[in-house]
């Protein structure tokens, strides 16, 4: 096999033909917030991950996009109801993603809402390519199945692997070449009560993309080296802690698995930081309320805001220590 697979050459393994069954179709996602995260690529073309991760979806917050084949010189990308630069990082990502579905002579409009802030923290780019992998194999009317999606998904955004899913996703690093076996599966676990607190740091433009700040990380990161073994291990602690609803075991290791992923990127050179002063203050305050006996833990991505995890009990305790915060019980 091909030592370095290209987009084209899965593409042409994955979906049947290049045929639009129709001139315009739509696609759903939500948000996933990793409770054992994905960083760092064993293949960047693909987003082949050098480790496995498992998350939550965010019922009711993320993308919905509608693709629309156009007449016209260029793909065109609106955001919010505003057309984006061609030259704009956001339309030249889409127009690489979509180029090997361009079919000839037409092009894409893609018009995509976002019920998160862009670039908030919130990985919006999760549930903007599963949104869009959706809305293509409905535009070609493809009908695959779950797992390819995911695949198809993960070749725009690692992270959207995930959000094909509602609930807990988990998706396997995958020891392939082609990374066909690099795929997401949803676990039919649910978990009443199971809460996630969004708080908000600052929801301004990150200083370096995810994309980006693996890439380094990988790198120029001696520490990376211990990264995939412990987040293959802790993966595997998740998927039992929900499995038994032993909620303290999936608290305190994805919380630690937050803090080591960003001990590597401090530990890259020149180094990466996310947190804002608010932030370790927002740390501080989890901790002390721990010590009070109430059981809320957190976790961060590739940004300042922090993403708390706690069960209904305590949601009165959280909604008076953090103000503004916004609360999600995905299973109710
Ligand atoms: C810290 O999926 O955004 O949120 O594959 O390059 O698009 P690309 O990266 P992306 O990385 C997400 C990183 C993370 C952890 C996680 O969601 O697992």
Redesign the pocket.
């Known amino acids: 096999m091909n030592m370095n697979m290209t987009k084209q050459q899965i593409i042409n393994q994955l979906i049947p033909h290049l045929q639009p069954a129709k001139l315009q179709a739509k696609g759903e996602a939500d948000v996933?917030?990793?409770l054992?995260?994905?960083?760092g690529?064993r293949q960047?073309e693909l987003?082949l991950?050098t480790n496995s991760?498992l998350?939550i979806g965010l019922p009711g917050l993320g993308t919905k996009t509608q693709l629309t084949l156009i007449e016209a010189e260029h793909n065109q990308a609106w955001l919010n109801n505003q057309l984006l630069a061609p030259d704009n990082p956001f339309s030249q990502r889409l127009d690489n993603y979509l180029a090997p579905f361009q079919p000839s002579g037409l092009k894409f409009k893609l018009q995509t809402q976002n019920t998160v802030p862009t670039a908030a923290g919130l990985?919006s780019?999760?549930s903007g390519?599963a949104a869009l992998a959706l809305a293509l194999n409905d535009l070609f009317d493809w009908q695959l199945d779950p797992a390819s999606l995911s695949i198809l998904a993960?070749m725009?955004?690692?992270?959207?692997?995930?959000s094909i899913y509602q609930g807990f996703a988990l998706?396997h690093k995958g020891e392939r070449e082609d990374g066909m076996d690099s795929v997401a599966q949803g676990l039919s676990h649910t978990w009443p009560g199971f809460s996630i607190g969004l708080v908000k740091i600052d929801v301004n433009q990150k200083p370096i993309?995810?994309?980006?700040?693996?890439?380094q990380t990988v790198k120029h990161c001696e520490l990376y080296q211990a990264w995939p073994a412990q987040a293959e291990r802790q993966v595997k602690l998740i998927q039992q802690a929900i499995e038994q609803r032993d909620f303290t075991r999936l608290g305190e290791t994805a919380e630690h698995n937050a803090l080591s992923?960003h001990a590597t990127m401090m530990a890259t050179w020149p180094p990466i930081l996310y947190w804002q002063a608010e932030s370790v203050s927002a740390m501080q305050k989890i901790w002390q309320l721990r010590q009070q006996g109430i059981e809320v833990y957190f976790t961060?991505?590739?940004?300042p805001n922090l993403k708390l995890l706690f069960l209904a009990e305590n949601k009165k305790a959280i909604e008076t220590a953090f103000e503004n915060i916004t609360i999600i019980q995905p299973f109710g």
């Open positions: 996933n917030i990793a054992s995260k994905y960083w690529k960047t987003n991950p991760s998350s990985a780019s999760a390519y993960r725009g955004s690692g992270s959207a692997s995930r998706w993309g995810s994309t980006a700040g693996m890439q992923m961060m991505d590739a940004g």
